[in-house]
C-alpha cells in the first residue's frame, strides 16, 4: 500500500478536480497519452456495508459493461485509505450541456436516445439495471457522442430484490415509487425523461408526486406545450417510454427499431 495517496500517478502528471460528492473526488488526470478521469473514493466514507457493496458493485460493472456508449474503463486500484478507479475523460456531461444550450434539436436528441438504448439493451443482456439514468449521469464526448456514466447504483436483476429503492426523485419510476421489486423497465422509464428533458429543458410536469401508481386506472398526462419544438417520432418515442405501466412501457430493445426513433 502506498503512504501517500498521489504517489499513485506517474511522474510528470498532474490532476484538477472536476466533480465532488459527499464519498468521492473525480479529478481529470493530465497523462502523456491522453487524459483520463479518476475517481477517489475515501474508505472512511464508505461506513456501512450498503455503500460498501455499492462501490464494489460500481467496479464490477465497470469492469464488466464495455460497450461504445459506456464510459471506458481503464482500472481500478487502492491505498491504505483510498480507492481509484480511472475511467475515459469526457469534457462535460449533458446536464452541463442543456444548462448552455437549454433545449436540444430534436434529431440529436433521437440521436442520442438510440446511442443510450443500445448501451442500455447491452446492461439489460448482461443482467445489470443501472437505476440512475439522467443528465448528469451521460457524458459528451468532443465528437458529440454519448456515454453512461455513473454506476454507483447499479445492480444485478437477481439482486433487486434484496435492494433498498435508489435513483434521483424526478427519474425515478412509478413501480419504484409505488414499492414493487424494480425490473429493466425502470431504466427505460429513465430514459424517457432523459428524453423529455433535452427537448423541453424542463423535467415532466408529473414527476415530483403527481404520477400515479402503475396500478391506478386512467394514462399518463402529457404537457404537450412544453414539448412543442419536439418532433412527431420523439412524442411517439416518449409517450412510449414513459407509460405508467411497466409491461406496456416501450422495450429498449425496441427503440431502434420504432420508427419513433429514426437516425441518419
Given at each position: 500500500m502506498h503512504s501517500d495517496d498521489w504517489s499513485v500517478l506517474p511522474r510528470g502528471q498532474s490532476a484538477e478536480e472536476i466533480n465532488s460528492?459527499?464519498?468521492?473526488?473525480?479529478?481529470?488526470?493530465?497523462?502523456?497519452?491522453g487524459d483520463y478521469a479518476l475517481k477517489e473514493i475515501t474508505k472512511a466514507s464508505l461506513f456501512t456495508k450498503q455503500l460498501r457493496d455499492s462501490s464494489a458493485r460500481e467496479v464490477e460493472a465497470l469492469r464488466s459493461l464495455q460497450h461504445e456508449h459506456v464510459v471506458s474503463f481503464l482500472g481500478a486500484f487502492q491505498t491504505g485509505r483510498r480507492l481509484f478507479v480511472a475511467m475515459a475523460y469526457h469534457p462535460c456531461d449533458?446536464?452541463?450541456?442543456?444548462?448552455?444550450?437549454?433545449?436540444?434539436?430534436?434529431?440529436?436528441?433521437e440521436r442520442w436516445t438510440h446511442d443510450l438504448a443500445s448501451a442500455l439493451l447491452h446492461l439489460k443482456q448482461s443482467g445489470w439495471l443501472h437505476r440512475d439514468i439522467k443528465l448528469e449521469n451521460v457524458l459528451l464526448s468532443k465528437q458529440g457522442s454519448v456515454h453512461l456514466a455513473d454506476f454507483g447504483l447499479a445492480i444485478r436483476k437477481e439482486s433487486a430484490a434484496g435492494v433498498s429503492a435508489?435513483?434521483?426523485?424526478?427519474?425515478?419510476?412509478?413501480?419504484?415509487?409505488?414499492?414493487?421489486?424494480?425490473?429493466?423497465?425502470?431504466?427505460a422509464w429513465g430514459l424517457g425523461v432523459l428524453l423529455f428533458e433535452l427537448l423541453s429543458g424542463a423535467v415532466p410536469p408529473?414527476?415530483?408526486?403527481?404520477?400515479?401508481?402503475?396500478?391506478?386506472?386512467?394514462?399518463?398526462?402529457?404537457?404537450?406545450e412544453l414539448l412543442r419544438s419536439s418532433?412527431?417520432?420523439?412524442?411517439?418515442?416518449?409517450?412510449?417510454?414513459?407509460?405508467?405501466?411497466?409491461?406496456?412501457r416501450l422495450l429498449v430493445e425496441d427503440v431502434g427499431k420504432s420508427k419513433a426513433c429514426v437516425v441518419s
Open positions: 460528492t459527499g464519498t468521492s473526488v473525480v479529478w481529470r488526470v493530465n497523462a502523456v497519452g449533458l446536464y452541463q450541456y442543456t444548462t448552455s444550450k437549454l433545449i436540444v434539436a430534436p434529431r440529436t436528441a435508489g435513483g434521483t426523485r424526478h427519474c425515478v419510476a412509478p413501480e419504484v415509487k409505488a414499492g414493487w421489486v424494480p425490473g429493466y423497465e425502470i431504466d408529473f414527476s415530483y408526486g403527481r404520477i400515479g401508481s402503475p396500478d391506478s386506472p386512467g394514462q399518463q398526462p402529457f404537457d404537450t418532433s412527431p417520432r420523439c412524442m411517439s418515442l416518449i409517450k412510449g417510454l414513459l407509460q405508467r405501466v411497466p409491461h406496456e
